[in-house]
């Protein structure tokens, strides 16, 4: 963790959410650190990227409160004065614009600073996550973890102060898996930045974590080191953690 981190709190108090009429979060209380890496694991349906969304704002709970860097996420839609940068799982990244237009494309749309400024940030950006000189490639030029990197320049565009991934290592093999999980890990401690990553891959959840929230059917099952997490004696928690996926994850047991 960064010494001086810019990184935000996020705290979760009492969240339910239902759609349809099934409760996909039944209670959720959590408390993440400014400047951590917090990950959220569990099995599919157990509500880890519906609760992502209510921290980034883009689901509001039907009950509960959300609040970052101490305050609650205004009524209308964002985080209000807290810069939040987004990775999603597929990348989205445009396929008819090169990696540069892809990684500026926000400060262009907003106009939040002239040309020349915006390309020298996304050449620190691409730098940043071991693309220099990638900038004119498209996107269908790309490997797979090199797409998941362009699409982290792109959320590091805004100085994030909260840096959320969903699936950052999805459909990828184990080695580039590993890479990106050292990317999370050098941008953590080079920034300060709090970051907040759901994932299935239990070797990224123990590689890069502060701390790990297990959930399972919409409830918070334990919080803690990734120490702690191998040694759980929940069966939920040991099953998830042994089970061997059919999968580009790798499938070795945790001890």
Same mark, same amino acid.
């Given at each position: ?8 709190? %996020?705290?979760?108090? +009492? ?11 039944? +209670?959720?209380?959590? !408390?993440?650190?400014? +400047? ?20 980034? +704002? ?18 209308? =839609? ?17 396929? =008819? ?9 926000? *400060?262009?749309?907003?106009? %939040? ?8 940030? %996304? ?7 071991? *693309? ?12 797979? @973890? ?30 580039? =898996?590993?890479?990106? @999980? ?9 920034? @300060? ?7 299935? !891959? ?10 790990v929230a297990f959930l399972s059917d919409g409830l918070v099952r334990f919080v803690g080191s990734p120490t702690e997490l191998r040694a759980n004696t929940d069966p939920l928690v040991r ?6 996926? !059919? ?9």
């Open positions: 963790m960064s010494a001086h981190p810019q990184g935000v709190s %996020v705290r979760l108090r +009492g969240i339910r959410k239902s759609f349809r009429g099934v409760e996909v979060l039944r +209670g959720i209380d959590l !408390d993440i650190a400014p +400047g951590e890496i917090f990950v959220m694991m569990g099995p599919s349906g157990s509500g880890k990227t519906v609760l992502l969304r209510h921290i980034i +704002g883009l689901e509001r709970p039907d009950a509960g409160e959300v609040l970052v860097d101490g305050k609650p996420l205004p009524e209308e =839609s964002g985080l209000g004065g807290v810069r939040m940068g987004m990775v999603f799982q597929s990348a989205a990244l445009l396929n =008819s614009l090169s990696v540069s237009e892809n990684v500026g494309l926000y *400060l262009e749309e907003h106009r %939040v600073h002239p040309p020349h400024i915006i390309q020298r940030i %996304v050449e620190e950006k691409l730098e940043l996550v071991g *693309l220099k000189g990638a900038g004119d490639k498209m996107p269908s030029e790309l490997s797979g @973890g090199m797409k998941k990197r362009v699409a982290i320049a792109r959320a590091l565009v805004s100085e994030p102060q909260l840096l959320l991934y969903d699936e950052p290592t999805s459909e990828l093999d184990p080695l580039r =898996s590993v890479t990106i @999980g050292r990317e999370i890990l050098a941008l953590n401690r080079r920034l @300060g930045v709090t970051s907040v990553v759901v994932t299935h !891959d239990r070797d990224l959840a123990c590689g890069v974590a502060n701390r099953d998830f953690l042994t089970i061997d996926f !059919d999968s580009n994850h790798s499938t070795s047991e945790i001890p």
